[in-house]
């Protein structure tokens, strides 16, 4: 069923779907907003059945905003012989770099080798080998092997120590978060009911089975009603199932892992580097975004035991020197101190476990499990970002085979896939850009690569602004230009609710400037004010609650 309302992907949509809630039951409530559940709610829509999502928080504040930022086939699953996941998640990436090309893009990484080292030159040529094939060839590049001295010339700040030759080899990078709100937007537009910042707070049970949930906005509860609820609340899975049922058996072996962002100028590598920790073999990944900002580089992850409350994920100590010390290795005339550090952030990976599994969280399967729960609710768990759009597909089918009371509706071969948003179709970009060109406009190519066509709406907003002679009070060349417009943008087409929102994930303001964005945060609270019709004390309020939330992003400094 296609929503007839123009109401957008806004505040304002936002309050209309809140209000639809209780006026029928829906074929799908899903409960969490990351990846898994927008990709659920999409996947569902496109087939003509009626959703509601819903996400306690903002959509992929979690882990779907907390990951590498890489769309691969995992190399490092070939040790655990999970040849299948590898072969599906790198069929999965040339469907991601054919149809959302400016938010999924080729990236070169660099696997140099070192006396010492796990894994020989031979063992990764032939773990290579594999990689291509399973790939179909359908990869952006095929590895190569490199000597020492062409590896010295790709990367002259490398350690020249021990370093015997390498590979180079090719996955992709990503952006996490606005892939997710995408693919939201893509799900309302096919007519799903979306709403963030609403907690899924208590099952409603009808014949020992869960037929809803009651859901609070924080100022009112609504009773949300549908055929099948899936729970795709990833590390929260557990937290969730101990609503549903006081006999709730543990699902999970969490996992967390931290990232650490640094200055590109400070440490300026051309590839993605792979770097091997000599103890314990754990891959760490050193990954440039020039296209983040001005320009970053994203180095990690880690893989320790996290408790049971994913909220209480920290970023410890011991896990920053873990990578500084690593960095010391590969990178020692670099000297890269605690100090360079621009943010870091930590995510929680919902890894399913059959509590019979033993050893390393490195052995513990990223493959994901669906299953039928207490009271009929449908659990996902575990998963890769790059099959998301696989998974959903699996879930919903799987969904609709365990539920007699769903429809049987037009089979994921009927839906087109190809964009998420067609604004991000080539076509769509090019006619936008001559568009911009005959009218003069001096659009910024990195508005180009994270809105596609879109940008050209960001652009008429300022001159707009231009026009009634208020402009734009902010500027940045160097990777935040017409700050102000994307903001009002993101109010009307991103459901920022919360200047956080824009912060940490419509834009990668926190984590790509050192000062995190903070010398514009009064200004542009006065625009998220304007937008949003804020009155005075309701603006302090969110200016207030920004620096709260700032101060507690940033304390793995002190």
Not at 484 to 499: A, C, D, S, T, Y
Request: proline share 4%.
């Amino acid at each position: 069923m296609i929503n007839s309302r123009d109401d957008g992907f806004s505040f304002r949509s936002r309050k209309n779907s809140f209000n639809f809630f209780s006026e029928r039951e829906f074929d799908f409530l899903i409960v969490g907003g990351g990846i898994t559940g927008a990709a659920v709610a999409r996947d569902a829509a496109l087939r003509g059945y009626s959703v509601a999502l819903v996400e306690k928080n903002d959509f992929a504040s979690g882990t779907s905003s907390s990951s590498s930022k890489l769309v691969h086939g995992g190399l490092r699953y070939l040790e655990n012989m999970e040849f299948s996941l590898v072969f599906e998640a790198l069929k999965e990436r040339a469907h991601l770099l054919n149809t959302i090309p400016n938010l999924v893009k080729p990236m070169k990484f660099l696997f140099p080798v070192y006396e010492g080292d796990a894994h020989g030159r031979t063992i990764l040529s032939m773990g290579l080998w594999l990689y291509d094939l399973l790939s179909a060839f359908r990869a952006p590049g095929y590895h190569k092997r490199l000597s020492k001295k062409q590896i010295l010339k790709t990367e002259p700040h490398l350690s020249q120590v021990g370093l015997k030759g390498g590979f180079t080899y090719y996955d992709a990078s990503m952006w996490d978060d606005v892939i997710v709100i995408e693919t939201l937007r893509s799900a309302r537009r096919a007519g799903a009911e979306t709403v963030n910042y609403s907690e899924a707070l208590e099952p409603i049970e009808k014949n020992d089975k869960v037929v809803g949930f009651v859901v609070s906005d924080g100022e009112k509860k609504v009773n949300v009603l549908a055929k099948s609820i899936v729970s795709c609340v990833g590390p929260w899975t557990d937290i969730l199932g101990q609503t549903i049922s006081k006999t709730w058996t543990k699902r999970l072996e969490p996992s967390k892992g931290i990232h650490l962002v640094f200055d590109l100028k400070k440490l300026p590598v051309e590839s993605t580097v792979v770097m091997s920790h000599p103890e314990d073999g754990r891959i760490v990944f050193v990954m440039p975004r020039p296209d983040l900002g001005a320009g970053v580089v994203i180095v990690g992850t880690t893989d320790s035991p996290v408790g049971s409350d994913p909220e209480n994920a920290k970023i410890d100590r011991d896990e920053i020197e873990y990578l500084l010390a690593l960095l010391d290795r590969y990178f020692l005339e670099l000297e890269i101190k605690k100090s360079d550090i621009i943010s870091a952030y930590v995510g929680v990976r919902p890894l399913f476990s059959d509590q019979s599994a033993e050893g390393s969280l490195q052995k513990v399967s990223r493959e994901h499990h669906i299953e039928v729960g207490p009271g009929g609710v449908i659990l996902v768990m575990g998963g890769k970002y790059t099959t998301h759009q696989k998974m959903a597909k699996e879930i919903v089918e799987f969904s609709v085979k365990n539920n007699p009371d769903l429809p049987r509706h037009r089979s994921s071969s009927e839906i087109n896939y190809r964009f998420l948003n067609p604004a991000m179709a080539g076509r769509n970009i090019a006619a936008a850009k001559r568009h911009a060109e005959e009218k003069q406009y001096q659009i910024p190519e990195s508005l180009w690569n994270h809105y596609g066509a879109e940008a050209l709406n960001i652009y008429i907003l300022f001159d707009s602004q231009l026009r009634h002679g208020s402009g734009t009070a902010l500027a940045d060349p160097e990777g935040f230009p017409l700050i102000e417009e994307q903001l009002r943008f993101q109010i009307r087409n991103g459901m920022v609710m919360h200047l956080d929102d824009f912060f940490f994930r419509r834009t990668p303001l926190y984590l790509a400037r050192k000062d995190h964005g903070v010398p514009w945060a009064s200004r542009l609270n006065e625009v998220l004010a304007e937008e949003r019709g804020f009155s005075a004390e309701e603006a302090s309020r969110e200016l207030t609650r920004f620096y709260s939330i700032l101060e507690s992003k940033a304390s793995f400094l002190e």
